[in-house]
């Protein structure tokens, strides 16, 4: 007598065909991938062709069931971007960064962007692979110590360049080396100096505020933008600031030449970067907002101290 399979058996077979095929006709992707709105782990694994096992096991410290927009993902297996187009995107990072201009002089301070490398704190990264993804270059870097992906994201806001992600959260403003000025023949002084004809006392150099102090004294308070409105949407306190109604964290102030950096934090802990400076008529201009998120850039009106 003839037996026949258990009808469960070919459901079986008829569903394992099904999973895998997504996976077959799957596209490639870079050696990181920037999580973008509506993805999720399965969906990721399967546009780059991987295993969801294996995209779970590149990624130890990433919860699939809380999975952010704009997080920065290794994919196992991928080839490492170095088009010239990602090259192009990642030109204007190159060069040396420190924490605040004053800190460039400090070669211990600096942090250095190669074509194939990041060097800062007392590390050197190698760069195993460039992408791009929402107006961000992804890197895939390798840990000296371990050997292990540490892929992050770099954004260029206002004066600043944040580096985030694998345990990076770093605002670093470029340093510039000028060039010496040429030597010039001093003029000889005069013999004797000639008193001016109605004689005045001279005006004091203006002295040099530190950024903390012009925060303090110029930029705290209240303001408005051009709608009107003195309603708190935009206010800067000693440590938390509202910007277009959302609140931050003040985690470091810096700045050089009149314009004051500020490093913060959302509620959430997504860390942000704004450049405040003078603007025309007794203003303030902001510039800069969270790593993930939308850009500032506003000029605004003073309503009270």
Same mark, same amino acid.
């Given at each position: 007598?003839k037996?026949?399979?258990?009808?469960?058996?070919?459901?079986t077979?008829?569903?394992?065909l099904?999973l895998? %095929?997504?996976?077959?006709?799957?596209?490639?992707?870079?050696s990181?991938?920037?999580? %973008?709105?509506?993805?999720?782990?399965?969906?990721?694994?399967?546009?780059?062709?991987?295993?969801?096992?294996?995209?779970?096991?590149?990624?130890?410290?990433?919860?699939?069931?809380?999975l952010?927009?704009g997080?920065v993902?290794?994919?196992?297996?991928a080839?490492?971007?170095?088009?010239?187009?990602?090259? $192009?995107?990642?030109?204007?990072?190159? !060069? $040396?960064?420190?924490?605040?201009?004053?800190?460039? %002089? /400090?070669?211990a301070?600096?942090?250095?962007?190669?074509?194939?490398?990041?060097?800062?704190v007392?590390?050197?990264?190698?760069?195993? !692979?460039?992408?791009?993804?929402?107006?961000?270059?992804?890197?895939?870097?390798? $840990?000296?110590? &371990?050997?292990?992906?540490?892929?992050v994201?770099?954004?260029l806001?206002?004066?600043?360049?944040?580096?985030?992600?694998?345990?990076?959260?770093?605002?670093?403003?470029?340093?510039?080396? %000028?060039?010496?000025?040429?030597?010039?023949?001093r003029?000889?002084?005069?013999?004797?100096?000639?008193?001016? &004809?109605?004689p005045?006392?001279?005006?004091?150099a203006?002295? =040099?505020?530190?950024p903390?102090?012009?925060?303090?004294?110029?930029?705290?308070? &209240?303001?408005?933008?051009?709608?009107?409105?003195? =309603?708190?949407?935009?206010?800067?306190?000693?440590?938390?600031?509202?910007?277009?109604?959302?609140?931050?964290t003040?985690?470091?102030?810096s700045?050089?030449?009149?314009?004051?950096?500020?490093?913060?934090l959302?509620?959430?802990?997504?860390?942000?970067?704004?450049?405040?400076w003078?603007?025309? /008529?007794?203003?303030?201009?902001?510039?800069?907002?969270?790593?993930?998120?939308?850009?500032? $850039?506003?000029?605004? =009106?003073?309503?009270?101290?």
């Open positions: 007598m037996k026949h399979r258990p009808i469960w058996r070919w459901i077979v008829f569903l394992v099904s895998q %095929a997504p996976f077959a006709n799957a596209q490639s992707c870079e990181s991938i920037e999580v %973008a709105p509506g993805q999720t782990m399965g969906g990721i694994a399967q546009q780059c062709g991987i295993p969801l096992d294996n995209l779970l096991a590149a990624n130890p410290g990433v919860a699939p069931e809380r952010e927009v997080q993902l290794r994919v196992p297996g080839v490492p971007g170095r088009s010239g187009v990602r090259q $192009d995107a990642y030109s204007p990072y190159l !060069g $040396d960064w420190a924490p605040s201009r004053a800190q460039c %002089a /400090n070669a301070s600096r942090w250095r962007l190669t074509r194939d490398a990041i060097s800062g007392g590390s050197r990264f190698a760069i195993r !692979g460039i992408g791009v993804g929402s107006g961000r270059v992804l890197l895939d870097l390798i $840990d000296p110590r &371990t050997g292990a992906s540490r892929p994201a770099l954004a806001g206002g004066d600043l360049l944040t580096i985030q992600g694998s345990g990076f959260a770093v605002a670093l403003y470029r340093c510039e080396v %000028a060039a010496p000025l040429p030597e010039v023949a003029p000889a002084e005069p013999a004797a100096p000639i008193p001016p &004809t109605n005045t006392s001279p005006s004091p203006p002295a =040099t505020l530190a903390e102090e012009i925060y303090t004294t110029q930029m705290k308070g &209240t303001w408005q933008g051009a709608g009107g409105g003195c =309603t708190g949407q935009w206010r800067l306190g000693d440590n938390d600031l509202t910007l277009n109604g959302t609140p931050y003040v985690a470091n102030i700045g050089n030449g009149g314009r004051v950096g500020i490093n913060a959302t509620l959430e802990g997504v860390p942000a970067t704004f450049t405040l003078s603007g025309p /008529n007794g203003g303030l201009r902001v510039k800069g907002g969270p790593v993930s998120g939308t850009a500032t $850039d506003v000029t605004l =009106t003073r309503c009270s101290r």
